[in-house]
């Protein structure tokens, strides 16, 4: 897939994400803002939100560890890029070489 097909791809899924997340949100405040109707509701409330608060906070951790190994893994990917770009400039290099030295023993 061309670049420019994969950069508006990831435009389109970011796009999608975002609007998920700004309709969970706008559910949320609607639903916190409404009152709990007794004190049976409120206690659930408070349970939910507890529980909610938790999972938002493994996600993040999830999301953490995940960052910091696709850190790590670009950086080995734009090492071996370098090595590669070396090594195709070496291998242009003696190319050249060695078609000079062809050149001027004819």
């Not at 995940?66 to 290099?93: C, G, K, N, T």
């Amino acid at each position: 897939m061309p670049a420019t097909a994969q950069t508006q791809l990831l435009e389109l899924e970011t796009q999608v994400w975002k609007a998920r997340a700004q309709a969970k949100q706008k559910w949320l405040e609607r639903t916190l803002a409404e009152p709990a109707r007794s004190a049976r509701d409120a206690e659930r409330r408070a349970m939910w939100i507890t529980q909610a608060l938790d999972a938002v906070k493994r996600g993040q951790d999830r999301v953490k560890h995940q960052a910091a190994l696709m850190d790590a893994y670009a950086e080995h990917l734009s090492v071996l890029e370098m090595s590669l770009i070396a090594a195709a400039e070496r291998a242009h290099a003696d190319g050249k070489r060695a078609n000079q030295a062809a050149t001027a023993t004819r």
